[in-house]
């Protein structure tokens, strides 16, 4: 069964930065597989920030265009997601997912919170 997990969430302030990081724990970045980020804030639905197709086309949700970058590094199956300019907004659990045509994985989701 593979795992993912997710790093580098926390506490920033309006302005700030951070960085997520998705580790998996077997080789499961291949060929035709989507990678992304989603985001649950409390008493919403959790929703797509940005994913990563294998052959690297990329696409995020209108509220972190231009603010937020998506990457991911094949060889050590890791997906990450930069986070620039952060608004209280921005304040949800993050979760990690990787699928493909046979499988559908997620992290537990790493907190972010952003205050003013």
């Known amino acids: 069964q593979v795992q993912l997990v997710e790093s580098g969430g926390g506490l920033a302030q309006a302005g700030e930065s951070l960085r997520l990081s998705c580790a998996a724990s077997?080789?499961?970045?291949?060929?035709?597989?989507?990678v992304g980020w989603y985001r649950q804030a409390p008493g919403k639905q959790r929703g797509l920030v940005a994913d990563i197709s294998s052959n690297g086309r990329t696409s995020y949700a209108d509220s972190v265009k231009g603010r937020f970058n998506i990457s991911r590094d094949n060889d050590k199956n890791t997906v990450y997601l930069q986070m620039n300019s952060l608004k209280p907004d921005d304040t949800a659990v993050y979760y990690c997912n990787v699928k493909n045509i046979l499988h559908d994985y997620w992290g537990q989701g790493t907190q972010v919170t952003v205050s003013s």
């Open positions: 077997g080789s499961i970045f291949n060929i035709n597989t989507m």
